[in-house]
């Protein structure tokens, strides 16, 4: 099942005041507090809505009481309601922490509109927009804080005609396939006859983030040996001896020595630090497919004749003679 919830909100929007109170109403038997649970509606007519049931009451009175509040905004199942114009939208009310996001609690005036308080409580800009647009449409709009009951949630939202932007096709063609046959059963020639409505299950698909694992990137200083072999020069003494031959010169003989110097190269090794490679460590968003499925039920329909009676339009139908 497709639910329009991010960070713990869960969002429905309602055709109709008497189902987004309904809504409201099965919320609060559930558990969840006043200050989890918001409306808005565009004020077109002037009138409040209530969250009671308790039906309609002067925009005026619901102005001054919340005045009183302080905050602009009380809790729900009194006049829950708190006024304010936006811009692209029109007069508004609001209840509950919706209303707090909405309303300026110093000038009474919108602080900015729907999209920008749902985007900050992590709708995605696109269904925010939605929402918005579903507003300024007429329509009534629930959020919840849900935290993780936000399935739940949901099913109360849902189970009273609220839909979001992920189901509102689907909804739509419910609407259209039970249009068509109302049509259909209402345009032929029979009078006097009964209508049987036949029902089924679908299947809605909830996706929610979990965490799959987590992954550490750190860099860490090993130590290795290594050689460089590099050429090195050194002197060395070369003696030549040779056979002589002649008279030596006048003179006594006496001790000689020839010094020669001898060098040679000494390797000295010396280490500085260079970027080898840069590595960047992100995440990104790739797409697969998953295939999930489950049990549901339909309603199919059944003829039993009894006596000799004619049945016709019932092409494709299992009939049974008693």
Do not use: C
Request: charged letters at 25%; hydrophobic letters at 40%.
């Amino acid at each position: 099942m497709a639910t329009a919830t991010t960070r713990g909100t869960t969002v429905g929007v309602f055709q109709s005041r008497e189902a987004a109170e309904r809504a409201v109403t099965d919320l609060r038997a559930a558990g969840y507090r006043d200050d989890q649970i918001g409306l808005v509606a565009k004020n077109a007519s002037g009138k409040t809505v209530r969250t009671d049931g308790a039906g309609d009451t002067n925009a005026a009175e619901g102005a001054a009481i919340g005045a009183a509040a302080g905050a602009g905004a009380m809790a729900l199942g009194s006049l829950a309601v708190t006024f304010g114009v936006i811009p692209v939208i029109g007069p508004i009310l609001a209840v509950g922490p919706l209303a707090a996001a909405l309303i300026s609690a110093g000038a009474g005036a919108a602080a900015g509109g729907i999209a920008g308080a749902l985007i900050g409580w992590g709708i995605p800009e696109e269904d925010a927009g939605y929402y918005e647009d579903e507003v300024k449409a007429g329509r009534y709009l629930v959020t919840v804080r849900a935290g993780d009951r936000a399935t739940e949630a949901w099913g109360i939202l849902n189970r009273h005609g609220g839909y979001n932007r992920t189901t509102a096709a689907t909804t739509t063609r419910t609407a259209t396939r039970a249009a068509a046959g109302t049509a259909a059963a209402t345009s032929g020639s029979a009078t006097g006859g009964k209508t049987m409505q036949l029902k089924e299950e679908e299947l809605h698909v909830t996706k929610r983030p979990v965490k799959k694992g987590e992954v550490e990137v750190r860099k860490e200083v090993v130590t290795e040996q290594r050689h460089i072999t590099v050429p090195v020069e050194r002197e060395e003494v070369v003696i030549e001896r040779r056979p002589a031959g002649g008279r030596a010169a006048a003179g006594d003989l006496h001790a000689e020595q020839i010094r020669i110097p001898v060098s040679e190269e000494e390797v000295e090794v010396h280490k500085e630090a260079k970027v080898r490679e840069e590595v960047t460590v992100g995440k990104r968003k790739v797409t697969g497919t998953e295939t999930v499925g489950g049990t549901v039920r339909k309603e199919e329909l059944r003829v039993e004749e009894e006596g000799d009676v004619d049945v016709t339009g019932n092409a494709g139908t299992a009939r049974k003679r008693k």
